[in-house]
């Protein structure tokens, strides 16, 4: 249950956004009181909100946060589109939040998902056009909120009575299976030990939990990425297209892994073909009316 001066601090605008706590108490599955055991939701507010909100998951393989280009500057990038984008402080392993994590990152994509809705009036958001994005593990993490999702119904709580289930995703680069010679090592050691059984690779190989509910996706990916090897988002696409959900892809021939919106030469190394991708994504979003009414 939030108390009052929590609520005031999250609907409140601010031009240098705070991150607020996505729980008033101890998060489920924290192992300490450490910092990085206590998630934490950042809003960047557009001018004139169209009504689209993204829950965004920044990478690095459940062990570090790339919360600048994959986090800060796609916020930025989506509130010049008018949409309302939340950065996701998730769970990681630190050295005062050893692994594996195993539900306690999900647990905080879906709290976000539900906080956000929850605050849907105070942030001009409209509740069923509410998604999920993530790159890399981020993207495991985005992919597994879109495939591992509830109604809510919690009556007595606020938050929790309402859905977790991201009206679209959005997946960058992801990781999204378990199963060796796919995955990349370091997010699943990080988030499942280092040896899971059968069943837990198999829960958290999100192709394999694809359904006729998982939300309309966009993929995008590069061939040359080795960390995360493409065939991640080829698998998910393929489950998709099977289960008959709504699902673009798109796999550029050139840019490295981490390159995140494409424009920042930090991060692509120079590589520009990467750069129209973010454009790819502004035109299926509008497609999908998810940036209001499609022109006819």
């Known amino acids: 249950m939030f108390c009052a001066p929590l609520l005031f601090a999250l609907v409140a605008a601010d031009p240098a956004p705070k991150p607020i706590p996505l729980w008033s108490g101890k998060a489920p599955h924290a192992v300490g009181d450490s910092a990085t055991d206590k998630p934490e939701l950042t809003a960047y507010r557009p001018a004139k909100p169209n009504g689209a909100a993204v829950v965004v998951c920044p990478g690095g393989g459940y062990g570090f946060l790339a919360d600048d280009h994959e986090g800060k500057q796609v916020a930025e990038f989506f509130t010049k589109a008018g949409v309302t984008a939340f950065v996701l402080k998730y769970r990681i392993v630190g050295k005062d939040r050893p692994g594996p994590l195993g539900e306690a990152p999900l647990a905080d994509a879906q709290r976000a998902i539900r906080l956000v809705r929850a605050k849907a009036k105070d942030y001009g958001v409209d509740p069923n056009r509410v998604g999920v994005m993530g790159f890399s593990a981020g993207g495991h993490l985005a992919s597994t909120a879109a495939t591992h999702f509830d109604k809510g119904g919690l009556k007595n709580d606020d938050v929790e009575k309402e859905s977790c289930r991201p009206d679209f995703a959005v997946l960058a680069y992801p990781v999204i299976s378990m199963e060796d010679g796919v995955t990349h090592g370091g997010s699943r050691k990080n988030l499942l030990g280092d040896n899971p059984g059968a069943k837990l690779i198999e829960l958290y190989s999100n192709e394999k939990q694809v359904t006729k509910d998982t939300p309309p996706t966009f ?51 120079g590589e520009k073909s990467v750069e129209t991708w973010p454009d790819r994504l502004l035109d299926w979003m509008k497609s999908r009316e998810l940036l209001g009414k499609a022109e006819k």
């Open 219 to 269: 993929l995008f990916h590069t061939s040359a990425d080795t960390a995360v090897v493409p065939e991640n988002a080829v698998r998910f696409y393929l489950a998709c297209k099977k289960a008959g959900v709504p699902i673009e892809m798109h796999i550029y021939e050139k840019g490295r892994h981490g390159v995140g919106l494409g424009r920042d030469p930090k991060w692509t190394g």
